[in-house]
């Protein structure tokens, strides 16, 4: 079975492109614009986005999704976001953060509680992963 996995993005107004949901559009949840919503877009599909099964992100920072994700903000329009965050909920319920920039993936490993102090939770080791250029 493995280390499963499921992820949900932050809401940003980014336009996902034709070939993104192309490859994604069995295994992950997009957002569909409602009418009026900053003056139009209505049924256009954009950030969020979520697992719709669990799987396995065992490439880390590396994982094609966070390149694919990379490659849509470099050649996004909306030229304000400069990131976008993703939540990674593991089966064993621990958590990841994984920072996605046009030219650089951090995966912040899972939040650590100590069960003394539960208000202070500390991250985890941190993974970075700068995406080449000539993959860009």
Do not use: C
């Not at 949901?21 to 979520?50: C, M, N, W």
């Not at 400069?82 to 990674?88: A, G, K, P, S, T």
Request: proline share 5%; no cysteine; net charge negative.
């Amino acid at each position: 079975m493995g280390y499963r996995t499921t992820f949900v993005s932050e809401h940003l107004y980014i336009p996902i492109p034709d070939w993104f949901l192309e490859k994604y559009q069995d295994s992950v949840h997009f957002y569909i614009r409602p009418a009026g919503l900053h003056g139009g877009g209505e049924g256009s599909l954009t950030f969020p986005i979520s697992s719709q099964y669990e799987r396995k992100f065992y490439s880390g920072a590396e994982d094609e999704l966070f390149l694919d994700i990379a490659r849509v903000l470099r050649n996004s329009k909306e030229k304000l976001i400069r990131d976008i965050n993703i939540v990674l909920m593991h089966e064993d319920g621990e958590v990841d953060r994984v920072i996605v920039e046009p030219n650089k993936v951090t995966l912040q490993r899972s939040l650590r509680y100590d069960k003394d102090d539960d208000y202070n939770p500390q991250l985890g080791n941190s993974e970075e992963y700068i995406i080449p250029l000539d993959t860009q």
